[in-house]
């Protein structure tokens, strides 16, 4: 069972900008630790996307950005492309579990 | 150019138990702060953290799998080693090692990834 909350699907028009929500609590996104978001292509392994709450690995788009507040979290995709379509899912560290959670996941439809 | 790469059978009957090889290169697992950790991922479903293990042999585990999951270093300097105990059908999914990166000491993040290894829980 996830322990971070995700909404199933978002969509939008090539160009327009989507977020997408990670919803956490006061034990993991609530606390210091950092929020992570990878990417998954159908039938490929997860790559990360953005680290530490909004640093993009070399060669990740501008057009992902991430951002962190309070329990919550955010990924932003602006001037989606159809490439962007695939499934997201946050990650952050959990300090009553003693563990990293990952959220329930994001499929992105460019319509 | 670090990679990793899951082994392991592709088939597990009922309360067997599973083995998997993570066979890593570009990386020693004997440098202070590294750490490899395994995530499995169910046909359709979300991803879940199973365990991790650092260069010094520190483990850490999912608290609702702990019981049943063990991290070894394997035989070759360059391996990981996850066995799972009473496989179930539940159990069945794709399984991926993945190095983990610590930044700050509160960013602990997984990068990069290996290709994943499906294992289905058959009889």
């Known amino acids: 069972q996830s322990v971070l909350t995700q909404p199933p699907s978002v969509s939008g028009a090539p160009g327009q900008r989507v977020t997408i929500s990670c919803t956490g609590s006061?034990?993991?996104?609530?606390?210091?630790?950092?929020v992570h978001w990878y990417q998954q292509v159908p039938g490929t392994a997860p790559k990360l996307l953005i680290y530490g709450n909004n640093n993009r690995p070399s060669g990740v788009p501008d057009r992902f950005s991430g951002s962190k507040s309070g329990t919550s979290a955010s990924l932003a995709i602006t001037g989606l492309q159809a490439e962007d379509e695939a499934e997201y899912f946050c990650q952050s560290y959990d300090s009553r579990l003693n563990g990293h959670v990952f959220g329930t996941g994001t499929k992105v439809t460019v319509l | 150019q670090i990679t990793l790469k899951e082994s392991g059978p592709p088939v597990v009957e009922p309360t067997q138990t599973l083995t998997l090889t993570c066979t890593f290169s570009g990386f020693s697992l004997s440098s202070r702060g590294a750490g490899v950790g395994w995530i499995r991922q169910p046909p359709g479903k979300a991803l879940e953290w199973l365990a991790l293990?650092?260069?010094?042999?520190?483990?850490r585990y999912s608290a609702s799998l702990k019981d049943r999951l063990t991290l070894t270093k394997g035989t070759s300097e360059n391996q990981v080693v996850l066995t799972m105990t009473n496989m179930d059908a539940v159990d069945t999914g794709t399984y991926y090692c993945?190095?983990?990166?610590?930044?700050?000491?509160?960013?602990?993040?997984?990068?990069?990834w290996g290709q994943g290894t499906l294992v289905t829980v058959s009889s």
């Open positions: 006061s034990s993991n996104i609530g606390t210091i630790y950092a």
């Open positions: 993945a190095l983990q990166k610590v930044n700050g000491g509160v960013s602990f993040y997984f990068d990069p």
């Open positions: 293990i650092y260069w010094d042999d520190d483990k």
